[in-house]
C-alpha cells in the first residue's frame, strides 16, 4: 500500500538557480534548465552526498564538521511568500538570486508549511525530498543589505515560516523553467515523539 500521497497541488517552476561558490557569496546564478543528479543541481556548491555538520545540527552533532548526509542540496522557495517577504521589508520585489535560491515555484499557497518527506515531482520525473523548514539567517539579511540598502536588516523577521524549505535529490533527471511540479505528501506526524 502507497504512504506518500498525491495531492492536487501543483506548481510552476518560475525560477531555477545555481549559486557557483560559497565564498565568492550566497547570490544564485539563474538558469533556464538544469541537470539534477544524486547530488543536487549541476554547479552547486552546496551539492554533494554529504557535508560537514553546521550550527543548525549542534543538538546532534556539537562538534561543527563531522561528515552528514547532505539532506539540504537544494533550497526550495515559493514566489508567493518571496513576495509577501519583499513587501514586508518595503521591497517591490525580492529576487531569488538575492537569498540564494535553487527553486522558486509558483502555486502552493503557504508553500514553507509543507511536511517534511513530502516529494515534489516534475512532470519529468524529477523528484526531489523535502528534509525541513529553512530558518531565515543573517546570510541573505546581508547581501539584501548590500544591494538594497535599508532593507535586509528586516529579512529574518519578515521571512520568518516563508523562507522555504530544504530538499535533497530522490530521482535525477532535467528541470526546465516552466515545468510543474506536483506535490506528494506522508501521512499525518504522530505527535507522541514530542
Request: with cysteine; charged share 25%.
Amino acid at each position: 500500500m502507497p504512504i506518500l500521497v498525491p495531492t492536487d497541488f501543483t506548481a510552476e517552476i518560475v525560477y531555477l538557480g545555481i549559486v557557483p561558490d560559497r565564498e565568492a557569496g550566497l547570490v544564485s546564478t539563474p538558469l533556464e534548465t538544469v541537470a539534477v543528479d544524486w547530488t543536487g543541481f549541476a554547479g552547486e556548491c552546496h551539492g554533494g552526498l554529504t557535508r560537514p555538520s553546521c550550527s543548525r545540527v549542534t543538538s546532534q552533532y556539537p562538534k561543527k564538521g563531522v561528515e552528514i548526509r547532505n539532506v539540504r542540496q537544494l533550497s526550495v522557495l515559493s514566489a508567493e511568500e518571496l513576495e509577501a517577504i519583499a513587501a514586508k521589508i518595503g521591497l517591490e520585489r525580492l529576487p531569488p538570486e538575492w537569498v540564494g535560491a535553487n527553486l522558486v515555484l509558483r502555486g502552493i499557497e503557504g508553500f514553507t508549511d509543507v511536511p517534511p518527506s513530502s516529494r515534489l515531482i516534475s512532470d519529468g520525473g524529477v523528484a526531489l525530498t523535502v528534509d525541513m523548514e529553512n530558518a531565515p539567517c543573517q546570510l541573505p539579511a546581508r547581501v539584501i543589505e548590500d544591494l538594497a540598502p535599508g532593507h535586509g536588516k528586516a529579512f529574518k523577521s519578515a521571512a520568518k515560516g516563508k523562507r522555504g524549505v530544504t530538499a535533497w535529490v530522490e530521482r535525477p533527471g532535467a528541470l526546465s523553467l516552466g515545468e510543474r511540479m506536483r506535490l506528494h505528501v506522508p501521512p499525518p506526524v504522530k505527535r507522541r515523539w514530542i
